[in-house]
């Protein structure tokens, strides 16, 4: 199969329709076998009854409705584990995304030997003061921690080679970070095309101003994930060991200084707490780095989600 078509959605049944009509003209266009998998994501309008008439008339179109809202990540995941083609597109179900770009994006993949190709929408038609502006700042944190050079990390419409989406799990709300899970697990070759940003036609959007902050937490968490993941005691444990030493360095010194320079009371000196205080800080992140270690090695499955029905798959 040449192409997955992967749909991530809540409460888009205006769209839907001319949406998969899109596709399926570019699809025909270029004679491209494939598949477009929907993920309705919890939705409470008519979203997978529509899904399910599309069904009826293309059996190109899968569909994978979730029982509640798990969220975007969820969604991704779950549509990166049922794709077959050999390239992966991902794209929004809000009409903001032009289909006529995938024919170029998996050509970059192919002929340019690529292994994402992410989207830059360089004019944007959204609110500039609640959106592109943070926006940018969100974009240009990303970059300065990941050192992958992309104007847009937020774009939703993405190309990728299969084993990619095979080889990273996408969980939380980390969707914005597929480049960087990317990238942790061996992909380096990582571009970007400028493509359209469309006027949103139906609905109204579904990510309002705390997306940011928890864009920015999950960079963190993305960055600590990445480079301590798999050694815990790496982190933990330096900076546990810093400090315990440090406090323990204090507490003799004070402890020298009453027998034999100052005679006053240890536990009249505010110094002798904060070398306790130290010590114990030191001795909690010890165990932070151990229990870690623990977990990462007896870690549980994160991605198990509520799958009310499938159609196609």
């Known amino acids: 199969m040449d192409l ?4 991530p959605l809540l409460n888009e049944d205006e769209s839907l329709p001319e949406l998969a009509a ?5 699809m025909l266009a270029n004679n491209y076998s494939y598949e477009i998998i929907m993920i309705d994501d919890g939705s409470t309008d008519h979203s997978w009854k529509v899904i399910e008439s599309l069904r009826s008339k293309n059996e190109c179109i899968k569909g994978i409705k979730f029982q ?30 032009s289909p006529d770009e995938i024919p170029e994006l998996r050509k970059m993949v192919l002929e340019g030997n690529f292994d994402i190709v992410s989207g ?16 940018k700042l969100f974009n240009a944190a990303a970059r ?15 190309a990728y080679k299969k084993k ?5 799990e996408v969980y ?37 101003w705390t997306r940011f902050v928890n864009g920015f937490l999950d960079l963190m968490t993305i960055f600590f994930v990445g480079k301590f993941g798999k050694r815990p005691m790496h982190f933990f444990g330096l900076w546990g060991t810093l400090s315990f030493l440090f406090g323990l360095t204090v507490f003799i010194y004070l402890t020298v200084s009453k027998f034999f320079f100052d005679k006053t009371g240890m536990t009249q000196r505010p110094l002798f707490f904060f070398a306790i205080l130290a010590m114990i800080m030191g001795t ?15 870690s549980a499955e994160r991605n198990n989600y509520l799958i009310e029905t499938k159609v196609g798959l």
Request: hydrophobic share 40%; charged share 25%.
């Open 22 to 26: 899109w596709i399926e003209r570019v």
């Open 164 to 168: 990619v989406v095979k080889s990273i």
């Open 120 to 135: 830059w929408k360089k004019k944007r038609y959204d609110n500039t003061l609640t959106k592109n502006i943070p926006s």
């Open 4 to 7: 997955s078509i992967v749909i």
């Open 68 to 97: 509640r809202n798990y969220g975007k990540s969820a969604a991704l995941n779950e549509g990166f584990k049922a794709a077959q083609g050999d390239v992966i597109i991902t794209m929004d179900a809000d009409m903001q995304d």
């Open 284 to 298: 909690q992140l010890f165990l932070a780095g151990f229990i870690g270690e623990l977990i990462s090695r007896n």
């Open 172 to 208: 939380g709300e980390m969707h914005r970070y597929v480049p960087v899970l990317a990238k942790w697990s061996g992909f380096s070759k990582i571009t970007e095309k400028v493509v359209e940003h469309r006027p949103r036609k139906y609905g109204v959007t579904k990510f309002g």
């Open 144 to 158: 300065s921690m990941s050192k992958i050079k992309l104007h847009d990390f937020n774009c939703g419409l993405k």
